[in-house]
Structure formats: structure tokens, C-alpha cells
């Protein structure tokens, strides 16, 4: 019987079951539905949940921390109490969703990422650390919650975001905890004082073997050597491990030349793709890779390849993936072999040895339980030092041989280079992870938040801020530092008028918000109000205003730095060619070029507008304004996706690049009043939604579909299936049923040959439509003509008028439409066109317009 028919029958009889009956009928599923014998060390924690006590769950990774998680779930609906799940990333909180509603049910599961929010009052909740860490500073009762299962707990030293993992444990007193990672180190202390806050006892459960162990190996052999022994002796799947996506791609299309699978597993492979539609650029890159039993899989990519990756790996067909440290968070993909082609990594600010918490963590990824009975973890020796015991080797066999040779002469490694040996993976191998650091901040949300409870008497909430100082597990003279940060937001506040204190009838102090404060307003664009008051300083009559309201919105969004470092460079770039032709000297240009940064349109506006706004939403300092210019820059150039990434070089970031469109999607949508929006702004909108939704809907559509609980539970059952079909992304969409996006499209397509005729940029012209039959030379005749007549091609706004485009849509049976893209001359008389047609069938394909340009003159 599932759990949800458990629970279902535990409520029609009304008896609350003993904590050693709930542990039965959870024993008894978890081996009837899944096959599974608890090990003692599930029985250990499952038990202890049911029993009310807080559980640190210290264990290896493929010990079956997930099944004590359910448990946890099971336990506390069976009393009736509400359960939250929590994880540090997105990715990992979808999955969960999943999981959780093919096993209780869409009803009963509930999901809140910060930018979604699906049965919000469903009695489990699936969420972000700092979504929990929000509700507890904005909620006393932490709506209702009273049990917390954090996993990938290890998160609580992250230096950004372990404050979010402390704040549930410092002011969720009630709550009963579940703290998951496999690799925590010493918790002595932070279990003692956990106990103490709630009143529960807590248990730790950890020093426990992973039922399949690990065997560790130092290879002197290069990658390709190393992979073909382990798929020679069937100890595949095998991850490679790189701190660098450009380097795992590198290493997956190096590997290309190396037979991995047989014909009959090409086959098996290309059944499950199917129809899986693969983009132009890193997708065609990802269809031969995997074809040939390849993965690829980092932070970069498109969500439908990573996910096409994972089930690929999960149904066995992969026999090896190269990606980034990505996997060692959670994400459920079985691994044979961990090899870790280096043990140093780039850290943001210097090259270092990996951690024995990092090591740990990704090595725990290797032996998959039920499947391998043991799991290898592979760290490679530096390129220098395989070098040099090769040419060893090789003067080693000369001597054998009675030949006399020169000793090898012994590569020396690059200057800088951190080094590392066998002995540093030793050392990893046999250290603990290091103890977790407390990463406590104040800020001013989480002020504010405790002073938005509601009104409260003004000891109050001074007594919840001095529970977040002083109660943190923050060094002395850190708790201190945090005081007197709390005292001077507290003093900016009442300053402000955001924050009054009066006296109520019996003479006491109270403390109350002048101002009521958004939903989510720490995590969801937080700087959304400040975008609503600068968006009425712009003009709506002005010819740039659609443009305009879209910087604005663009400054509040987190920078997407793979596309404002390309910017940046191109930038750069042309401006030195630029200096150079102008003959300014080398000591200039350097001078001139550290100016140079990536478009920032209205940057003085908006930073103008900003001081002001902060003077009384003090606060909104917490976060930092960003102009740029992303969307904007797409709609100057008439760019489509893959425009965009082919045009500043980002086809291993293009993941990246659409999470940052969909954010500009959703804040346009969600931000820009009705009344500030244009036709021109709402056609932008819709184009922009659409584009987001042909590249891969599953940022867009996925998330608008759970809201509907059918909806959920019917991907929740495909997901949790194994026996289903690969499931992939959401089916591709209709280009041609949202007319009026595809439209824009269509318009952005003709318009950015408009720009690249008028700057007689024929190398662009040539990619775009010589492989449909007009090539260069055709561009240069009929240019040449234009060019004899007129002095220029307007490019102006005037020049992107809808007038200008004629389409005929006579042929639209026949799957194309006509069209004559009119050039804007500088007298008027628009009498030259592009003349040619749009294929349909293929736009469908495609995802984007394809046009085929047949001629380019004068009206005929």
C-alpha cells in the first residue's frame, strides 16, 4: 500500500499511531513498494524522528539519506504536523517536488523556489534554504511548520549563502530537525546547542561504512588511456571530473575519437533520444557526443541537456560523462567510477588544493548500491609529471635493451602552477572534512523581517535580533560586529520613518512598519519597487521609452557575467582597433581602456534615482544596482538566441544566457505595471517569452503547469517512473501559434540583414544566407547597385516601422510565406527591397524563422 493510502487510512480511523507503529508501516513500504531492508543506520534516524528527537544524519554518500528524508515527511504528516524540505539549489528542490508527490501525492506537496510557488499551503513544502530562513524571520510560528529536513546541510559554511542554513535552527525553536550531508565533519557542538534551543535530544548518526566502498587510485597515465582501461574492464559509467566547463568539453570531444559503444549500443542510444530536438551550436556538439556514449553536464547548459544527460546516465547508456563538480550535489545520476583529473581548482580568488569536504564530496558520487559492490575513485597525475615518467620509461627500455640512453631530462611544471601528487591524495583520502564555520551576516531584510511580524512590543523583537547576534555560532568578536551592524540598520530605519515605536494604552513600548513589505521581497528581485518608481521618470511618448523601461528592469537583475565579460572584451576590442587607426600610443590606450565596460544605458539616471529611493527604502542597500544591457542589446541588433551566443562567443554558457532571459521574461512580466506597458513593450514581451519557450520551455512552461495539481502529479508519476520513456524536455511548442511573438521574430530576422547591408557587413550576410542559396557575391551586386544610387541605408527607428515589411501569406498552405523587407533610403522614395520567403515546416523545426532571401533590388 503507498504511503499516501497509509495516510489516507490513518486518517478515516482517527487513532494516532505510537511512534513504533509509524516506524512499521514505513519499514514495511519502503520493502514492498521499493525493496529495500533498511540499514541500521536508516532504523537509527527514522527512528528518532519518530520518537520526536533532532537527527544529524552525518552518512556517505549511497547510504540511503533520501529513504530517511521520506521517513522524516512520513512521520510527521502521520502526526498531523506540516514538514519542510529544504536544499541548496533549485535543480535539487524540483527533484524533490517530484519525488515527494509520486509518493504522498500532488494534494500534500507543495513547492516555493523564490520565483514559483505551487501549493504554497500543502502540509509538506519543498523550498530553498533561504526561502525557510525568510519565513522564519518573517514568521513566529513559521507557518505552522514544525518539522525541518535540510539536505546538502554542508551548505551551512558556504560563505554567501550559510546564513540561510542557520537562521531555521536559531529562531525555529519548536521545530524538530533532520540535518543531511555526507560530509559534515565534527557537529559535536552545533548538535549540543540544537538540543538546548529546542528541548529535544539529538542524535548523531554517522561513523557508518558506505555499503559500497571506495577504492582509491593515483593514475600517471593520460585521460584517454585511463578511460579506455576502465571500459575495457566494465567499470563504467565514469564521471571526469573538471573545475572548468570549457575544459570538460574539450575533454568529451577529445575522448570522441575513442570507440566507447557498439553499434547495438548506438542504437539503443538513439531509440531513447527519439525526437529530441538538438539547437544549432553546443546541441549538434551534444547529439555526436552522446551518440557516441558520451555526456556532457555543467551549470552552463541548456536545463534540457543536462537533464537529457542525467537519464541517458540513469538507464545505463553513457559510458562516460565530462563535466564539473555539479554532480556532487545531490542530483541523482549513477556513477561506476569518479575519475578527478586534477585535485587543485580555481576558487574566484586563487588556484588551491581541493578540501577534504570538496574531495569527499565528489568522490562520494562513485559506486552506484544495488549495482556495484565497490566504487573507484581515480585522481589523475599532472600532464608534467605523465610526461616525465614516460620519458622515464622509455629511457628505461633503451637501457634494458643494452642501448645506452641520456637520463630523462625531467619536465619542470608551468610557473605558478599548483602542484599536487600522491601523496596529496592520500592525505584527502584520510582526512575528515573540515569542521562546518558559521557564516552568520545581518542585514537589513533580516531586520526588517523580524520587525514585520506584525506589532510587537519593542523588547521583542530586540530579543529576536539579539537571539540572531549573540545566540549565532559566530565567533565573539564576531557577534559583537553583528550587534552593532543590527544597531545602526535598526537606527537607519527608525530615521527613515520605516520603523516608529509609540506607547499603547498600558504604557508600552511598541515597534511597527510604517510601510507594508512585498512577498518574498529579500529573494524575488528584490529591488522590483525601486524599478516601479524609476520606470515613471521615463516619458512614454518618447521613441525610446519600450527600450528605456526595459534598462530599467535589466538594472534590478543579478549581472549574468559570462554575457557582460563578452560584452566587456568585444567592447574592448573594437576600441582598440579603434585607437590604434586614431595612432593614440600604447600608454593611452591602456589608460583609456580601463573606461571601457559593457553597455550601461541610463547608468546615471538610474544611479541618480537610486540614492534617492535608498534615502527611504534604506534597506534596498542590502542589494546593488546593475545596469546593462542584454535584452536591450538583442533588440538593437535584431538578434534572435543564437544570435546573441554566436555573436559574443557563448556556446558553452547559453544555459547561463536563457535563465537570464527567462529572469527578464518573468520580471518584465510580472514587474512592469499594465499601465507602463506600450504595444511596443507588449510585443517585446511576447517575443521575449516565446524565444525563451523555443529554446527550452522547461524554464517557463514546466513551472506555469505544476501549479495546476493534475498537472503535477501526472509529471511527479513520469519522473518517478523507471520503466517510462526518456522524458525529456516538455514537448516543443508551436512556433506559429503565438503569431503575434513569431511575428517579431520574423520582423528582427529581416531587420538585422537591414543593419548588416547597411554597414556592408557581407561576412554576416554570408552566414546568414548563403546556406539557403544567396551568397556573398549576390549580396555585393545588388548592394553595389544600391550603393550607386544612394549614399546610405537608414537603420534608424524609423527604418524598423512594421509599414516598411509587406507579407504574403497566400502560400501559406504550401508552407511559406512571401515577404519584401523595404531598405529606408535617405530621400524616401523606397523603392529597393529584400524579396524572399519564410519556410514554415522548417521555422517549426528550427524554433526561430527561417528565411530564405531570392532577391534584393529595386521594386519591380
Not at 185 to 194: M, R, S
Request: glycine share 8%.
Amino acid at each position: 500500500m503507498s504511503l499516501a493510502r497509509q495516510l489516507d487510512e490513518m486518517n478515516r480511523t482517527g487513532g494516532a499511531a505510537t511512534a513504533d507503529e509509524t516506524f512499521a508501516v514505513f519499514e514495511e513500504w519502503a520493502w514492498e513498494e521499493r525493496g529495500l531492508r533498511l540499514y541500521p543506520a536508516q532504523e537509527e534516524a527514522i527512528l528518532g524522528m519518530t520518537l520526536g528527537s533532532n537527527v544529524v544524519l552525518a552518512t556517505p554518500t549511497g547510504t540511503g539519506k533520501s529513504l530517511v528524508a521520506l521517513g522524516a515527511h512520513f512521520a510527521a504528516l502521520a502526526e498531523g504536523r506540516r514538514t519542510v524540505y529544504t536544499a541548496p539549489i533549485k535543480a535539487l528542490v524540483s527533484e524533490k517536488f517530484f519525488e515527494l508527490v509520486a509518493v504522498f501525492g500532488a494534494d500534500r506537496v507543495g513547492m516555493i523556489t523564490g520565483d514559483t510557488s505551487i501549493n504554497p499551503d500543502a502540509p509538506i513544502i519543498c523550498c530553498t534554504a533561504e526561502i525557510l530562513a525568510n519565513l522564519a524571520l518573517r514568521d513566529r510560528e513559521a507557518n505552522g511548520i514544525t518539522q525541518v529536513v535540510m539536505d546538502e546541510f554542508h551548505f551551512y559554511a558556504d560563505p554567501d549563502r550559510g546564513w540561510a542554513w542557520q537562521v531555521p535552527l536559531l529562531l525555529m525553536e519548536d521545530a524538530q530537525f533532520l540535518l543531511m550531508s555526507a560530509t559534515l565533519g565534527d557537529v559535536t557542538e552545533l548538535a549540543d546547542d540544537l538540543s538546548r534551543r529546542t528541548g529535544r535530544d539529538t542524535e548523531l548518526v554517522t561513523g557508518v561504512e558506505r555499503p559500497v566502498p571506495l577504492e582509491f587510485t593515483y593514475a600517471v597515465a593520460p585521460t584517454h588511456e585511463v578511460i579506455e582501461q576502465l571500459v575495457e574492464d566494465r567499470e563504467t559509467p565514469a564521471y571526469l571530473v573538471h573545475f572548468n566547463q570549457s575544459h570538460a568539453v574539450e575533454q568529451a570531444q577529445a575522448l570522441a575519437s575513442i570507440k566507447l559503444v557498439d553499434r547495438a549500443g548506438r542504437d539503443e542510444i538513439a531509440a531513447a533520444i527519439g525526437a529530441f530536438r538538438f539547437s544549432a551550436g553546443f546541441g549538434q556538439t551534444l547529439s555526436r557526443l552522446v551518440r557516441s556514449g558520451i555526456g556532457v553536464h555543467h551549470a552552463g547548459m541548456l536545463p534540457k541537456y543536462r537533464r537529457l544527460v542525467e537519464q541517458l546516465a540513469q538507464r545505463g547508456l553513457l559510458k562516460v560523462i565530462c563535466g564539473t563538480d555539479t554532480l556532487g550535489v545531490g542530483i541523482n545520476v549513477p556513477i561506476r567510477t569518479v575519475v578527478i583529473t586534477a585535485l587543485t581548482k580555481y576558487d574566484g580568488e586563487k588556484m588551491r588544493r581541493l578540501s577534504a569536504r570538496e574531495f569527499h564530496q565528489i568522490a562520494g558520487r562513485a559506486g552506484r548500491a544495488g549495482f556495484d559492490t565497490e566504487g573507484d575513485v581515480i585522481a589523475l597525475a599532472p600532464e608534467f609529471e605523465v610526461e616525465n615518467a614516460r620519458a622515464a620509461a622509455k629511457a628505461a627500455a633503451k637501457a634494458s635493451g643494452g642501448k645506452k640512453a641520456k637520463p630523462a631530462k625531467k619536465k619542470s611544471p608551468p610557473q605558478g602552477f599548483v602542484a599536487w601528487t600522491e601523496q596529496t591524495l592520500d592525505k584527502l583520502v584520510a582526512a575528515s572534512p573540515e569542521p562546518l564555520v558559521s557564516r552568520m551576516r545581518i542585514t537589513h531584510s533580516m531586520v526588517l523581517g523580524v520587525i514585520g511580524r506584525g506589532e510587537q512590543y519593542e523588547g521583542d523583537a530586540l530579543d529576536t535580533l539579539r537571539t540572531l547576534v549573540f545566540d549565532s555560532h559566530e565567533p565573539r568578536a564576531a557577534q559583537f560586529a553583528h550587534a552593532r551592524t543590527a544597531i545602526e540598520i535598526f537606527r537607519t530605519l527608525v530615521r527613515g520613518g520605516i520603523v516608529e515605536s509609540y506607547i499603547d494604552g498600558r504604557g508600552q513600548r511598541l515597534l511597527r512598519l510604517t510601510v507594508e513589505l512585498q512577498a518574498n521581497f529579500a529573494l524575488n528581485q528584490p529591488l522590483s519597487p525601486f524599478a516601479l518608481a524609476a520606470l515613471e521618470l521615463l516619458d512614454p511618448d518618447s521613441p525610446s521609452y519600450a527600450l528605456d523601461a526595459i534598462s530599467v528592469i535589466e538594472a534590478t537583475l543579478e549581472d549574468p557575467r559570462a554575457i557582460v565579460r563578452a560584452q566587456e572584451h568585444r567592447a574592448r576590442g573594437e576600441a582598440i582597433g579603434a585607437m590604434k587607426a586614431d595612432g593614440i600610443e600604447y600608454e593611452e590606450r591602456m589608460e583609456l581602456l580601463e573606461e571601457i565596460t559593457h553597455p550601461q544605458p541610463l547608468a546615471e539616471l538610474l544611479g541618480e534615482a537610486f540614492e534617492e529611493y535608498v534615502k527611504e527604502v534604506p534597506w534596498a542597500r542590502d542589494y546593488e544596482l546593475r545596469p546593462k544591457s542584454v535584452v536591450r542589446d538583442m533588440i538593437e541588433r535584431a538578434f534572435g538566441f543564437r544570435d546573441l551566443v554566436n555573436y559574443y562567443g557563448l556556446g558553452r554558457a547559453e544555459g547561463g544566457v536563457l535563465r537570464y532571459l527567462s529572469d527578464a521574461y518573468r520580471a518584465l512580466e510580472r514587474t512592469m505595471p499594465e499601465a507602463a506597458k506600450t504595444e511596443e513593450l507588449d510585443e517585446i514581451i511576447d517575443w521575449l517569452g516565446e524565444l525563451v519557450r523555443q529554446v527550452d520551455s522547461s524554464l517557463v512552461d514546466e513551472w506555469t503547469e505544476l501549479a495546476n495539481p493534475d498537472v503535477a502529479a501526472e509529471l511527479a508519476a513520469r519522473h518517478g517512473s523507471e520503466d517510462a520513456a526518456l522524458v525529456g524536455p516538455p514537448p516543443a511548442r508551436s512556433l506559429l501559434a503565438n503569431q503575434r511573438a513569431f511575428m517579431v521574430m520574423v520582423r528582427n530576422a529581416l531587420f538585422r540583414r537591414v543593419q548588416a547591408a547597411a554597414f556592408e557587413h557581407y561576412d554576416e550576410l554570408e552566414t546568414l544566407d548563403a546556406p539557403h542559396g544567396f551568397g556573398v557575391q549576390k549580396w555585393r551586386d545588388a548592394l553595389d547597385g544600391y550603393f550607386t544610387e544612394y549614399d546610405e541605408i537608414r537603420v534608424d527607428g524609423d527604418a524598423r516601422a512594421a509599414g516598411l515589411l509587406t507579407l504574403d501569406k497566400q502560400a501559406e498552405q504550401a508552407g511559406t510565406w512571401e515577404f519584401r523587407q523595404v531598405l529606408l533610403d535617405p530621400d524616401g522614395d523606397k523603392d529597393w527591397g529584400i524579396e524572399g520567403e519564410i519556410d514554415l515546416a522548417a521555422s517549426e523545426l528550427e524554433g526561430e524563422p527561417v528565411v530564405r532571401v531570392n532577391r534584393v533590388g529595386p521594386t519591380a
